[in-house]
């Protein structure tokens, strides 16, 4: 976790609108695209003789909402129906016909990660103190989409009964 820079002044770190829906954002780009101003944070332990950035150290940032920010969210809608038909009714037979259909995602919304494994604040050398000097590129842009939260897909299942 970074340190809260006590030099920015800005009231917000977000920037480039919503999660994935930065101006001229498309599939090629946006995992390039900063959502979050690296200016609003530094390497944890900045202000130390160590020069910061070469330990592991945990910053001060709060670690929920620090400037309101909040990462991608995700929810997960799933649906499924089951009919059943009465095909033939007979005292020596039942016949029926069942049929389910089942679905995940139904709103079909994409929900995105944050990236992860390159916030690289830990490999400055001495005297770096900045985000920017720390190859912290990854910091603030998406990973790519939430895995957990698969696109729609539809199952469909029938089935006689007797």
């Known amino acids: 976790m970074p340190d809260i820079n006590p030099a920015f002044t800005k009231g917000s770190a977000r920037i480039n609108g919503k999660w994935g829906r930065a101006p001229g954002a498309n599939a090629s780009n946006i995992q390039t695209i900063q959502?979050?101003?690296i200016n609003a944070f530094q390497c944890p332990g900045a202000g130390?003789?160590?020069?910061?950035?070469?330990?592991?150290?945990?910053?001060?940032?709060?670690?929920?909402?620090?400037?309101?920010?909040?990462?991608?969210?995700s929810k997960d809608m799933?649906?499924?129906?089951?009919?059943?038909?009465?095909?033939?009714?007979?005292?020596?037979?039942?016949?029926?016909?069942?049929?389910?259909?089942?679905v995940t995602n139904i709103t079909n919304s994409t929900y995105f990660s944050l990236a992860t494994g390159g916030n690289a604040w830990n490999t400055c050398?001495?005297?770096?103190?900045?985000l920017q000097q720390c190859s912290a590129l990854a910091f603030g842009t998406i990973g790519g989409q939430n895995?957990?939260?698969?696109?729609?897909?539809?199952?469909?299942?029938?089935?006689?009964?007797?």
């Open 147 to 162: 895995t957990a939260v698969p696109p729609r897909d539809w199952q469909f299942a029938g089935r006689f009964r007797f």
């Open 78 to 102: 799933d649906m499924g129906i089951r009919r059943t038909f009465d095909v033939v009714e007979r005292p020596q037979l039942h016949l029926t016909f069942q049929l389910e259909a089942d």
């Open 48 to 73: 130390l003789t160590n020069g910061g950035c070469g330990g592991y150290m945990l910053g001060n940032t709060p670690r929920a909402a620090a400037f309101g920010l909040r990462g991608p969210g």
């Open 35 to 37: 959502y979050i101003d």
């Open 125 to 130: 050398a001495a005297g770096q103190t900045t």
